[in-house]
């Protein structure tokens, strides 16, 4: 999972957290790792520590609590490697940028229970601002890096067409929908990249209305599934649900099928609230029956979006390993814990 940070933000606000403390040398706090020089202070790993166990319903021992130290410091190490990078390509967004991301996080919540927010955990504005900066450098270096090289060309569209034709015989109308889920339950297991988790009903609340809020401003829904989405089962796949038959929609209910039948391709489903959690649905694209071919510029779209997004998950794997390869990292705390065992 080395590059779990690559997409999205981190929940709201949790290394934003950790800015609060940057900077702060406390007496005796010293330095967890250092990045081709750069210190990671220890504060940092230890405000993100509590940060992620505050809300939790009990708290870890020594072993656990340095597991959970092990992969902040793991996380904050491929952050400054990456941020490095992002200097040295002299790569940064504009304000306005930032300016448009602050507002899909905040989503549909008004400015003083946004702030609110932020000041319960912790959090101040300012520290949010340069942690969306820092996340949307991420993203422009890897879109200087990476995107372009997973681009497909037409020959093989047209052979992954050739070698699944039968897949394009639509015997009944069919939707493709996509899907993220957010759940208050702090027992529950993720996969996403940002290996970001809402504990409690609150934050599942907030957290929904942030991703519904930057869906709504355009960003990708599938990059957004696989950074923040909680569903174990489709995350990896960007929260794609694949086609359903119009006949299975029923299984969602009545109400959800009429939604979905009415929507224009791209457009999204309000959140469904349910026992389970929040569930955001986005209507990715329809078939009618017959044999489609890619003289339909839907069937084009979708094979390409599924190779180029294969080649994109692999070769950001590959950029971000061959980062961390060339990097100088010491990571005293790595020390520390092997030789709390000797």
Not at 24 to 42: F, M, P, S, Y
Not at 52 to 80: F, G, S, T, Y
Not at 126 to 152: C, G, H, P
Not at 179 to 186: L, S, Y
């Amino acid at each position: 999972m080395q590059n779990r940070f690559l997409l999205g933000l981190v929940v709201l606000v949790s290394l934003a957290a950790g800015c609060n403390k940057q900077g702060q040398q406390a007496a005796g706090g010293g330095v967890a790792a250092r990045v081709n020089g750069k210190e990671i202070l220890r504060s940092e790993v230890e405000a993100q520590f509590a940060f992620r166990i505050k809300d939790a319903p009990q708290k870890p021992d020594a072993e656990a609590a340095n597991l959970v130290k092990l992969e902040i410091l793991r996380d904050l190490i491929e952050a400054e490697i990456m941020n490095q990078k992002a200097a040295q390509l002299k790569v940064a967004p504009g304000d306005a940028e930032i300016a448009a991301r602050l507002k899909a996080v905040q989503g549909e919540v008004s400015d003083a229970e946004f702030n609110k927010t932020l000041d319960a955990r912790g959090v101040k504005p300012e520290d949010l601002k340069k942690e969306i900066a820092r996340t949307l450098t991420v993203e422009k270096v890897v879109e200087n890096q990476v995107r372009n090289k997973a681009k497909v060309s037409d020959q093989e569209l047209t052979d992954f067409y050739t070698k699944n034709k039968e897949v394009f015989n639509v015997k009944e109308n069919l939707y493709r929908l996509g899907v993220i889920a957010v759940t208050g339950d702090p027992g529950g297991q993720v996969n996403n990249l940002t290996n970001d988790k809402a504990l409690n009903p609150a934050m599942a609340t907030t957290k929904m209305q942030a991703i519904e809020g930057r869906a709504k401003m355009g960003e990708d829904f599938a990059q957004l599934a696989r950074a923040l989405s909680e569903d174990p089962q489709t995350t990896q796949a960007g929260g794609d649900l694949g086609y359903q038959p119009e006949s299975s929609l029923d299984r969602f209910g009545p109400q959800f099928k009429a939604q979905v039948m009415k929507l224009k391709v791209g457009d999204l489903v309000p959140v469904i609230r349910t026992e389970e959690g929040l569930w955001l649905f986005k209507l990715t694209g329809r078939r009618e029956p017959g044999q489609h071919d890619l003289s339909n510029a839907e069937v084009k779209l979708s094979i390409r979006e599924e190779l180029e997004g294969r080649r994109q998950q692999l070769l950001t794997a590959a950029f971000s390993e061959q980062l961390h390869n060339e990097a100088r990292i010491e990571n005293f705390l790595v020390g520390e814990v092997l030789a709390s065992f000797k």
